[in-house]
């Protein structure tokens, strides 16, 4: 797996390319990084092992041990309150921006460490993107929504075709590009999600996080996000928090089910992960079954 710098990421020509120079010997901060066709047949592209998360004293997340497979969709359902979206957030070290966070174990990406202390966090979001519960476009038009990370990321090619390319990606190009210099603000709630995901797209991750994309929504809205995101795994591997078990089902290939410890109540970690079909109609874990059932949760 070669390994990049700052300086190396920022003269790429394209973020959408996902080409790499050689490993190198470098100091300072660096990143792990490696070209995406290098990887096709690796079967795991993230994966948590004794994951534990903490934020001061209290621990939140305990000795979660989950694959996330290339171009498949992963739910991460569960209660309120068993720490969804910490897990969620470990995946791109986002955690880290709130003070007092620790983590313990590892979260392997392509195989490696990304909370190894060579390894910039920057870049990792870039590489794992986040696409979050309540639309936050930038109060900038459609267009620079889509533009301004591209750039800054370092982007030298034709920014036009950039432009519709993701916006074409994310089912939303037909319904914009008439007015791509209005604001993203003035979107309906649905087409702003879009426009993040879009935006999402324009740094060209390998994995897409998303953390409720749709609970703001209304259904039609969200049928066009379920709908985007099957379209979406088969360039792109997707993780989403969800607490509506229909949406689970309907949209995800393996799904992870997390409950509050009995040994620490406050704590959450995942009781049972399994193909999508066999935790809804067979699953081992009988608090699974009960929460999937509605008895409880």
Same mark, same amino acid.
């Given at each position: 797996?070669?390994?990049?710098? +700052?300086?190396?990421?920022?003269?790429?020509?394209?973020?959408?390319?996902?080409?790499?120079?050689?490993?190198?010997? #470098?100091?300072? $901060?660096?990143?792990?990084?490696?070209?995406?066709?290098?990887?096709?047949?690796?079967?795991?592209?993230?994966? /948590?092992?004794g994951?534990?998360?903490y934020?001061?004293?209290?621990?939140?997340?305990?000795?979660? @041990?989950? =694959?996330?497979?290339?171009? !498949?969709? #992963?739910?991460?359902?569960?209660?309120?309150?068993?720490?969804?979206?910490?897990?969620?957030?470990?995946?791109?070290?986002?955690?880290?921006? *709130?003070?007092? &966070?620790?983590?313990?174990?590892?979260?392997?990406f392509?195989?490696?460490?990304?909370?190894?202390?060579?390894?910039?966090?920057v870049?990792?979001?870039? +590489?794992i993107?986040? *696409?979050?519960?309540?639309?936050?476009?930038? =109060?900038k038009?459609?267009?620079?929504?889509?533009?301004?990370? /591209?750039?800054?990321?370092?982007? !030298? %090619? !034709?920014m036009?075709?950039?432009?519709?390319?993701?916006l074409?990606?994310?089912?939303?190009?037909?319904?914009?590009?008439?007015?791509? @210099?209005?604001? %993203?603000?003035?979107?309906?709630?649905g087409?702003?999600?879009?426009l993040?995901? /879009?935006? #999402?797209?324009?740094?060209?991750p390998?994995?897409?996080?998303?953390?409720?994309?749709?609970?703001?929504? $209304?259904?039609?809205?969200?049928?066009?996000?379920?709908?985007?995101?099957?379209?979406?795994?088969?360039?792109? &591997?997707?993780?989403?928090?969800?607490?509506?078990?229909?949406?689970?089902?309907? *949209?995800?290939?393996?799904?992870?089910?997390?409950?509050?410890t009995?040994?620490?109540?406050?704590?959450?970690? *995942?009781?049972?992960?399994?193909? #999508?079909?066999?935790?809804?109609? @067979?699953p081992k874990?009988?608090?699974?079954? $009960?929460?999937? &059932?509605?008895?409880? %949760?």
């Open positions: 797996m070669a390994i990049i710098s +700052r300086s190396d990421r920022r003269e790429r020509q394209s973020p959408a390319s996902h080409v790499f120079g050689p490993a190198q010997e #470098t100091k300072g $901060d660096l990143v792990v990084a490696q070209s995406l066709s290098n990887h096709e047949n690796a079967k795991h592209v993230l994966e /948590a092992k994951l534990g998360i934020y001061g004293d209290f621990r939140a997340v305990a000795d979660v @041990n989950i =694959p996330i497979k290339r171009h !498949k969709i #992963t739910a991460i359902i569960g209660p309120s309150g068993c720490g969804k979206s910490t897990l969620l957030r470990a995946f791109n070290r986002m955690n880290e921006l *709130v003070p007092g &966070t620790n983590i313990e174990g590892e979260v392997l392509d195989g490696e460490n990304l909370y190894d202390s060579v390894v910039d966090p870049e990792v979001r870039y +590489r993107g986040m *696409v979050f519960q309540k639309p936050n476009p930038f =109060p038009s459609i267009y620079e929504n889509i533009a301004w990370g /591209a750039r800054i990321h370092g982007f !030298k %090619g !034709k036009d075709d950039l432009v519709e390319s993701c074409r990606q994310a089912a939303l190009w037909d319904e914009v590009k008439d007015k791509l @210099n209005q604001s %993203g603000l003035a979107l309906s709630g087409q702003q999600q879009r993040c995901i /879009a935006r #999402t797209l324009a740094v060209q390998e994995v897409i996080l998303m953390d409720e994309p749709a609970s703001a929504l $209304d259904p039609i809205a969200t049928l066009k996000i379920e709908e985007l995101m099957q379209e979406l795994k088969k360039n792109y &591997t997707i993780v989403i928090v969800t607490h509506n078990m229909q949406q689970a089902a309907r *949209v995800s290939d393996y799904t992870a089910m997390m409950m509050l009995d040994r620490e109540a406050h704590s959450g970690t *995942v009781i049972e992960f399994d193909e #999508t079909t066999r935790i809804f109609t @067979n874990d009988k608090r699974t079954e $009960d929460y999937v &059932t509605g008895r409880f %949760g």
